[in-house]
């Protein structure tokens, strides 16, 4: 059996908070059962399905609470302002009592704003198939993957399926006071206990917390390496307009300091590096260091280093599958492409190192098993007589022969030697092509401040997309330049109209 038939088979659990989603008028409450075990039938999940009803039911009719309960359907009393964070606590205590493979549902509105930043760390290291429904759909794109978002009332008129019967659900089918830690059996004494004055005491004495309390952010940093990573291979993606080469700092140490830190957390899988940077403006020697420690350096200008990582390490994911280690030595990489990093993750299961030049303000949803700063992650086997003064024709040939490769990731060119590389970076064809790239970028960003500026009224939705959408851009575009045939003028694409027509007006220039 393979694990996504594991998943569709194993529990279903879900947690459904009332005040965000109720039953909507009109619609009989003992629907709601079986329209959710309906829309997993669908799906082709058959596990079984406990659902546990959160919210202030002093305030829900006895009449729903009877048509819940009669069919299966665990009701929890807790007041509205901590139903977020009782929710997750009771998410996560289930999690640490059903190991995946399992499907988690969550119904609720607060999904963007409140759960998925830890969601989405806790799923990058438990992965659980989860499905989302609510009555408002999330105003930007969520970092947690859900297999499927449902609108609320779309499901509860959708298909049904035939109540479980209530052998199976009988555990769960109670009425529970999260404040007293109390068991009702029967509607009557639920009822009676909420309004009790030891049940009011309770509340004010032992009050719920309102906020969610995250349970990844203690996570620490720089863990030693599982058995699984520990001789796994381990690619390093290194920008170098973030973290450059420190001044007077031999290039020749990078690989050795870089392999000493992982090292030192056991990791010993064989480690490959590529440096994307201006390497026109990269002193030779450096060039020269780098290459002859196995380092592949890749020349790249700054409109498209992030659109060619990308592209770059889905590639290697195609040819190295997990388990393996991924590493981003940069400042910006996330923002360009963390959000794909982090839904990739959450069923690839990737090990990720990170470095940059300064400590991020806030924590990523990106998770990683080790983070270091850039200078100190040099520094670990550095030693005096490493560092060279300065570079110098002589120091050229002290380094050593290349046995990195030397990519454009302009034009998709390779090279074997140095000076062949740098012949090509000052060749016609080579310069046209940065042109075409520089220009086209240029006139999009122009294009796309000028479009969010005529908006009069700017929608919030768009606002959350926008880095989004000029991230899609990016990669659009570098999937436009792969494609040589592609120059059609008539796309509606703005970035392809720009890369074409920038294209067409060079090489117009060049024959006339
Ligand atoms: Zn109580
Ligand atoms: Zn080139």
Not at 131 to 151: D, I, Q
Not at 244 to 252: C, H, L, S
Not at 432 to 445: D, G, H, R
Request: hydrophobic letters at 40%; proline letters at 4%.
């Amino acid at each position: 059996m393979s694990g996504k038939d594991a998943a569709k088979r194993g529990k279903i659990a879900v947690w459904w908070d009332m005040k965000d989603c109720p039953v909507p008028d009109g619609i009989d409450a003992h629907r709601v059962r079986p329209s959710i075990e309906g829309g997993f039938r669908e799906l082709g999940y058959s596990g079984p399905v406990s659902i546990r009803a959160y919210g202030d039911h002093k305030q829900t009719s006895e009449h729903q609470l009877r048509a819940l309960s009669s069919t299966g359907v665990a009701v929890v009393h807790i007041r509205s302002e901590s139903t977020c964070a009782v929710m997750y606590m009771d998410m996560v205590k289930w999690r640490e009592d059903n190991p995946p493979p399992a499907t988690m549902m969550i119904i609720t509105n607060q999904m963007l704003d409140v759960f998925n930043w830890d969601l989405s760390r806790l799923q990058q290291r438990t992965f659980y198939h989860l499905f989302l429904a609510s009555s408002v759909r999330p105003r930007a794109a969520l970092t947690v993957g859900c297999r499927k978002e449902w609108l609320w009332e779309k499901l509860l008129l959708g298909t049904t399926a035939a109540v479980t019967s209530s052998a199976d659900t009988a555990d769960d089918a109670v009425f529970h006071c999260k404040t007293c830690s109390l068991d009702c059996l029967s509607l009557q004494s639920f009822k009676k206990h909420l309004s009790t004055k030891n049940h009011a005491l309770e509340e004010v004495l032992r009050p719920q917390p309102k906020q969610l309390i995250s349970v990844t952010s203690k996570w620490g940093k720089n863990y030693a390496a599982t058995p699984e990573y520990a001789a796994a291979k381990i690619h390093v993606w290194w920008d170098m307009f973030c973290c450059p080469i420190p001044d007077g700092y031999d290039a020749r140490r990078v690989r050795p300091s870089l392999e000493g830190a992982f090292k030192e957390l056991g990791y010993s899988g064989h480690v490959s590096i590529t440096a994307y940077g201006d390497h026109k403006q990269t002193p030779e020697c450096h060039l020269q260091a780098l290459s002859s420690t196995g380092i592949d350096v890749a020349h790249v200008i700054p409109e498209v280093i992030y659109s060619r990582m990308s592209r770059d390490w889905k590639t290697w994911q195609d040819d190295n599958p997990a388990p393996a280690t991924m590493m981003f030595i940069s400042d910006d990489a996330e923002y360009f492409f963390g959000d794909t990093l982090v839904w990739g993750q959450q069923n690839n299961k990737y090990n990720l190192f990170r470095a940059y030049s300064y400590r991020p303000l806030k924590m990523s949803v990106l998770l990683t098993s080790a983070e270091w700063l850039w200078d100190s992650l040099l520094a670990v086997s550095e030693t005096k007589k490493h560092v060279l003064r300065k570079c110098s024709g002589s120091s050229i040939e002290r380094v050593g022969k290349s046995t990195g490769m030397f990519y454009c990731k302009v034009c998709f060119t390779k090279r074997k030697l140095l000076d062949k590389f740098m012949k090509h970076l000052w060749t016609f064809n080579h310069i046209s092509e940065v042109s075409i790239l520089s220009l086209s970028f240029f006139l999009l960003s122009i294009h796309l401040s000028n479009h969010f500026r005529e908006k009069q009224e700017v929608d919030i939705s768009e606002l959350g997309q926008r880095n989004k959408n000029q991230r899609l851009l990016y990669l659009e575009a570098s999937v436009f330049l792969n494609d040589k045939f592609l120059t059609d003028f008539t796309t509606e694409t703005p970035t392809l109209f720009f890369f074409s027509f920038c294209r067409k007006l060079i090489s117009q220039r060049a024959s006339g």
